[in-house]
């Protein structure tokens, strides 16, 4: 009984998870979907990184919730980089490399959920500190995996 209800709530869960991610058409249509996912989420990074370089008046509320949005959008794009999905700006060495990619990927992650953290405190120079690491994640893997 237990058992069986378990079961259920780990189908359901399962079942939820695959529901969240999108599933694309063509090749083309994971293209435009990661490319547009990555261009949101570099306005809202932008907006924070404006303020941390003081090229623009800070305003801890806007900064909060680009960063709080900047970390959400950044976990979206890679699905949009399956097998077969070769294109865009997209270096051919993410279907070859592709622990690396994820590595980056995740190091990416972690670096914009920190600078999502140091926005909530609403201190400028918790953020000036998280931006760096966070906008070097961004270039080391467009080093090796963007064109
Ligand atoms: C794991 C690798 C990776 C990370 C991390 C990454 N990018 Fe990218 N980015 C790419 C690739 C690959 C492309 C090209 C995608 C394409 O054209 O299909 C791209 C494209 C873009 C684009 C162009 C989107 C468009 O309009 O076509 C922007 C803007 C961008 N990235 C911003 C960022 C910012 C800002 C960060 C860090 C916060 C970041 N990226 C982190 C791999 C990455």
């Not at 869960?13 to 083309?28: G, H, L, M």
């Not at 970390?71 to 294109?87: C, H, Q, R, S």
């Not at 140091?118 to 966070?134: E, F, Q, Y």
């Amino acid at each position: 009984m237990i058992r069986s209800l378990l079961s259920a709530a780990v189908l359901a869960v399962f079942a939820s998870a695959v529901a969240a991610q999108p599933t694309f058409a063509t090749p083309q249509d994971a293209i435009k979907y990661r490319q547009a996912t990555l261009k949101e989420m570099q306005q809202n990074f932008k907006r924070v990184a404006d303020m941390a370089g003081g090229r623009a008046d800070f305003d801890a509320k806007v900064a909060e919730a680009s960063a709080t949005r900047a970390a959400e959008l950044i976990k979206m794009p890679w699905v949009g980089f399956g097998p077969g999905t070769e294109g865009g700006k997209a270096s051919p060495a993410i279907w070859k490399e592709q622990d690396k990619f994820k590595a980056a990927a995740s190091k990416a992650e972690g670096e914009v959920a920190k600078l999502a953290v140091a926005a909530k405190t609403g201190n400028l120079d918790a953020i000036k500190a998280a931006i760096g690491p966070a906008g070097a994640s961004c270039k080391a893997c467009h080093d090796s995996f963007r064109e």
